[in-house]
């Protein structure tokens, strides 16, 4: 079965704290992706990655940044952690899809962050 | 507490019964469709996908339906039992484009 884990359940920050999101997946999967869900809103794409070292934007960029220095792992990171961005952050991974295969993604279980 | 957003819309429907959840798409060129299933507090899981080429496609206890003519996807599940309660949303996408649009979701509640 394909895992996809990520580093914490649960996170309380304060404003203005650097924070670190860290998902692993075991599936030697290409692509790797950032979603934030908030009641309501579905799941948006803050950032994707399709390759190591490489990474493109999702609809809400703002305030994150991401790293994958391996194929396995990719990194959220919130420069400077502010109230707004509370909210469940998802991350899944799938293969490249133009070859017609497996094109499913693979969700880890989340992380709920809470900025006070 | 939490945020203020739209409203999932909800499907109640008896313990035993069959539920219907509906999703209209928006890209007339989406190659596959995937329905997901979210239980509270954990990440979606993927329960059953089917490409533009076909219409119909039947896993255990699920049916998903395809009208490419009116941009619908339905979601049917047989028999609903009570962890069959979660959201469900479906999802497009095109080969080649590795990104999926998302659904809001439907909360599907069972009553026993």
């Known amino acids: 079965d394909v895992k996809v884990t990520q580093s914490s359940r649960y996170l309380v920050k304060r404003t203005g704290e650097k924070v670190f999101l860290e998902c692993v997946q075991d599936m030697d999967h290409e692509n790797m992706f950032w979603y934030r869900q908030d009641p309501g809103l579905g799941l948006r794409l803050i950032y994707f990655s399709y390759d190591v070292k490489m990474k493109e934007k999702g609809d809400i960029p703002e305030g994150y940044s991401v790293s994958r220095e391996k194929k396995e792992r990719f990194s959220l990171i919130l420069e400077s952690a502010s109230t707004n961005q509370t909210s469940m952050y998802l991350c899944a991974s799938s293969p490249l899809t133009g070859t017609g295969g497996s094109y499913e993604q693979y969700f880890g279980p989340g992380t709920r962050l809470t900025v006070t | 507490g ?8 909800t499907l109640s429907v ?9 999703c209209a798409y928006s890209n007339s060129a989406s ?8 239980e509270s507090g954990k990440g979606p899981q993927f329960i059953i996908d089917i490409r533009s080429n ?5 896993g255990q206890r699920v049916t998903v339906l395809l009208n490419k003519t ?24 095109e080969f080649g484009n590795e990104k999926l649009t ?10 026993p």
């Not at chain 2, 076909?54 to 039947?58: I, S």
């Not at chain 2, 998302?102 to 009553?111: A, D, K, P, Q, S």
């Open chain 2, 54 to 58: 076909m219409d119909k496609r039947q």
């Open chain 2, 2 to 9: 939490e945020s203020v957003g739209l409203h999932l819309p």
């Open chain 2, 102 to 111: 998302f659904g809001t979701g439907t909360r599907l509640t069972i009553i």
């Open chain 2, 14 to 22: 008896q313990e035993g019964d069959n539920s219907i959840i509906n």
């Open chain 2, 70 to 93: 009116v941009k619908h996807l339905s979601l049917q599940i047989a028999a609903t039992q009570p962890g069959d309660s979660a959201v469900y949303f479906c999802a497009e996408g």
């Open chain 2, 31 to 38: 190659d596959y469709f995937i329905w997901y299933k979210q």
